[in-house]
């Protein structure tokens, strides 16, 4: 049936309101929104290398052997101790004197006695109780509570101290040898030229030739040595250091194992002004 004009407005809302329906039934579904991004993260801190642990202390193994020759026997006080030093070796902080009833005492576990000054080479370790110590001498370097303070050890000796009223022997602070350690000498124009036989002791462990101009019985650590070394083989000396006009009593003495150094006789020289 036609529709009369008269209809066509409600006919066209009609269609109006459907077309909305549909267009919204079939509308795709609006997107939720969307997050905001994360913030990035913060750049991290450059973090500055840590620092190479310290090296571990330095163990006795490690040290050096044959930098300090020790010798040490009785006296009246105590028992007295002297060394030398290898060529060209040196104890920048002075040294440390260990002692100990068992072999190769070392510091800090062993009581021990400082000496500062670089240039000492004896020590006098008081007491008379009549025991038997070990004795060691090392080169200090500046360094406590680690054997890292300790450059390098001496040889081990062993030294039984006096008793209470002892009366050691007064005589000599040194073995008197034969056949060997002889001295002989002539006088040339750049000083006294020296020159001895060599020691034969199983033990040796270097020469050290004495000078004195008022002791007619030098000898070594008591006199102090114009020359030293510990190459057996080496036998002569120029000593240039022997002035005019004077006269000097020479001798030859051989550090060993055993407590006293074995010495020859002695030779008196007298240098003529002018030579």
């Known amino acids: 049936m036609p ?24 509308a795709p579904a609006p997107k939720p929104p969307s997050s905001p991004p994360p913030p990035a993260p913060p750049a991290s801190a450059s973090v500055p290398s840590a620092s190479p642990p310290p090296p571990p202390p330095a163990s006795e193994s490690s040290l050096p052997v044959g930098r300090i020759s020790l010798a040490g026997r009785p006296d009246a006080q105590g028992v007295f101790l002297s060394w030398t030093l290898s060529s060209g070796f040196r104890a920048p902080d002075g040294f440390r004197v260990v002692r100990a009833v068992t072999a190769s005492p ?64 007064a005589g000599r602070g040194y073995q008197a040898v034969s056949g060997q350690l002889s001295l002989a000498a002539s006088v040339e124009a750049s000083g ?73 006789d002695v030779l008196t020289v007298s240098v003529p002004s002018p030579y």
């Open 3 to 26: 529709i009369s004009k008269s209809a066509w407005p409600m006919v066209g809302g009609a269609a109006l309101l459907v077309a909305a329906i549909l267009y919204v039934a079939l």
């Open 106 to 169: 070392a510091f800090p576990i062993s009581p021990s006695q400082f000496l500062s000054e670089p240039t000492a080479r004896s020590y006098e370790w008081a007491g008379k109780d009549g025991g038997t110590y070990h004795y060691r001498v090392c080169a200090w370097n500046g360094k406590t509570g680690s054997v890292a303070g300790c450059l390098a050890y001496s040889n081990d000796v062993l030294v039984t101290a006096p008793l209470p009223g002892q009366a050691l022997s």
């Open 192 to 264: 006294v030229a020296l020159h001895w036989t060599a020691d034969t002791s199983a033990t040796f462990a270097g020469y050290e030739l004495v000078r004195s101009e008022d002791d007619p019985d030098p000898f070594w650590p008591r006199s102090g040595a114009v020359y030293e070394t510990s190459d057996r083989s080496n036998l002569t000396y120029l000593d240039v250091g022997a002035a005019k006009g004077h006269t000097y009593y020479y001798r030859v003495c051989a550090r060993t194992a055993a407590a006293l150094p074995d010495c020859g």
